[in-house]
């Protein structure tokens, strides 16, 4: 009986498909390829690295950066502080719109609104600057002004301050001095040296009742000085000449001297109608002339209407 074994291979060794990385057969031989990686290759060798030039430059451009901007800030700031900063030399400039002459020089006041600006380190910037408390402490200095204001310039440091006077419309002389009054009876100024008023021509009068005249207070009322201005004018458009006004004792009373005459005329200031009055004196004046007659004491129109003479 016949035994049948497996037939085996040649030389009884298996032979086994081998499936090997890099291995290919091309016509029955074998060849190797590799492909080398050299992010992976590690031959055991230290390899050497170019230099790192790229950081050293941006760290000096970050700190190039950074400095120009610190010298843009400053140079922000010092011209902020400049543009804002105020000069303590101000300009003081009288409003066009007034024809009336002021009682001081504008060197004065001019000088005074310096003085002003000076006073306080908080006037040097446009920011911090009280306007509106110059402008009282200017006009609490120089009563005679009726209104100040300041102006603070764009471009430039130096301050404007615009003035503009109170309207002075008589002299006031009394037992403690003589004072300029405005047209509201308020006293603007005292008088110690008659130049100071050359270039104002102001109705004299004299005080006998003993008004207590000061600064910036009231001496007469408005409708008092308004009369007595309009007696001046009412007598000046006839060429009557004033030669003498006052105020007598404890009375509501203004007598009024003519020039060339020893007679004067007594106004009545409580009535108030200052045109009638020096309308009566002025036609009584005429009549006592026409008949040749003239009043060795007074002429007295303080009655509406009628006129009395001694």
Known sequence: MKMFNKPSTKSGVRQRKQTLTGLERKGGDLTYYSQRNDQYANTGRGQSRPPITGRPNKIRNYWIQRFGFLIFIIVLFVSVIYVFSLSSNAKVVPLQSTNVGFLHSQATYQTAASKLLASSIWN?????????????????????????????????????????????????????????????????????????????????????????????QQALSSTDVEFIVTVVAQLAAKQVVVSSLTLPVATRELDVGIATQSYIVKFNLQDGDARQQAGTFLATRARLSSQNITPAHYIDVRVSGRAYYQ
């Open 124 to 216: 040097r910037n446009k920011l911090t600057i009280n306007t509106e408390s110059i402008t009282k402490q200017l006009m609490a200095q120089f009563p005679e002004l009726s209104a100040a204001s300041v102006t603070l310039p764009i471009l430039t440091h130096r301050p404007i301050i615009y003035i503009s006077p109170a309207q002075p419309a008589l002299l006031l002389v009394g037992s403690n001095g003589a004072y300029v009054l405005d047209t509201s009876g308020r006293a603007l100024m005292v008088v110690n040296n008659p130049k100071d008023l050359l270039n104002l021509t102001l109705p004299l009068v004299t005080d006998q009742s003993g008004l207590k005249l000061a600064i910036n």
